[in-house]
């Protein structure tokens, strides 16, 4: 019998061990086989939080033993929250495509009030640019809570004494809120167009200015406001113009994901899955519809194009 099988087992296991080799489980040498510091060396810094952090890293990447473990750690690093995300489809409204060409079609005609009175049609094509844009801010301030045939009556009154930034100074506010009855709020409106002229002659040499940012700050223009006066005195797109005809339809449509309570709440879903190039097309084409067909009380759901893929047909 050779020396080896002399040694008891267990002491053969404790030998292997201190040598470097594998024991039972195949790891315990990998453990032990760390160099000790010689005496006397000085002692190495302890390893800090983000050292501590690299290492359960690495031993994170590397393969265990364990099925159970290794599954848990496939799922962390081959489906990254991240990239969940970003993969995600957009949501959109089923049917839109097809619910907007309908409108479009009822639209055809351009013969709602917003086509003749809406505040695009309230300017005096002949003046200087910049009073039609002028022309534009005070129409868009008018027309809250009132109808187009009133605030185009409005426009037309101010238009004949001279509907200019030096007119509107010059004119005493009850002169100003006089003309401008009945529009909704006219004390308050006549106030406000006063300040906000006020502001646009000494800040902005008689103009209106040219960002969302600072038209709210005028008294009276709210975000529904500025983005119409963006679309319709600058030509430029800076969000969806969403009133009460806009919110309304919306949520028949069923064009946002969740039943929202409030136009700002509508015009934010709405931004997030309408392509931008119908943004300045959607006010116009939806009030006018509003106003034709899908009536705030009793919607003409049998006149409607839509009456067979609308979600809210049944309810009217
Ligand atoms: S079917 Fe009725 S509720 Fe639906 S969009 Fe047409 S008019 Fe409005």
């Not at 962390?76 to 309908?102: D, I, M, N, S, V």
């Not at 119409?228 to 005195?233: D, P, Q, R, S, T």
């Amino acid at each position: 019998m050779c020396a080896a099988r002399r040694v008891p087992l267990r002491r053969r296991r404790r030998l292997g061990a201190a040598r470097g080799g594998e024991g039972r489980d195949g790891r315990a040498g990998e453990m032990e086989t760390a160099p000790a510091p010689p005496a006397g060396a000085p002692r190495a810094p302890r390893p800090g939080p983000s050292a501590c952090r690299a290492a359960k890293g690495e031993a994170s990447a590397a393969p265990r033993s364990s099925p159970r473990r290794r599954r848990r750690l496939c799922v962390e690093y081959e489906a990254p929250r991240g990239g969940e995300a970003e993969a995600a489809p957009r949501w959109e409204p089923e049917g839109w495509r097809r619910q907007l060409a309908h409108i479009r079609a009822m639209r055809a005609a351009r013969d709602a009030p917003v086509d003749r009175m809406g505040a695009a049609a309230c300017v005096d094509g002949a003046a200087p640019p910049e009073v039609r844009r002028y022309q534009v801010l005070l129409a868009l301030m008018l027309s809250s809570q009132t109808r187009d045939q009133v605030t185009w009556a409005a426009v037309r009154r101010l238009r004949e004494d001279g509907l200019t930034v030096d007119r509107i100074l010059q004119a005493e506010e009850g002169a100003l809120g006089r003309l401008i009855y009945p529009v909704g709020f006219w004390k308050n409106k006549a106030r406000y167009i006063k300040q906000t002229t006020a502001i646009l002659k000494r800040d902005y040499a008689g103009d209106i200015p040219k960002t969302v940012a600072e038209l709210v700050k005028l008294p009276g223009v709210g975000p529904k406001m500025a983005h119409l006066v963006m679309n319709i005195a600058w030509q430029t797109v800076s969000g969806i113009g969403v009133d009460t005809h806009v919110h309304r339809i919306s949520n028949r449509l069923k064009w946002v994901k969740e039943e929202t309570k409030h136009p700002e709440e509508t015009r934010q879903a709405l931004e997030k899955w309408l392509p931008r190039e119908l943004w300045s097309e959607l006010n116009w084409l939806l009030v006018g519809f509003g106003q034709q067909i899908c009536l705030p009380v009793n919607p003409r759901c049998s006149e409607c194009l839509n009456q067979a893929i609308c979600p809210a047909s049944r309810k009217h």
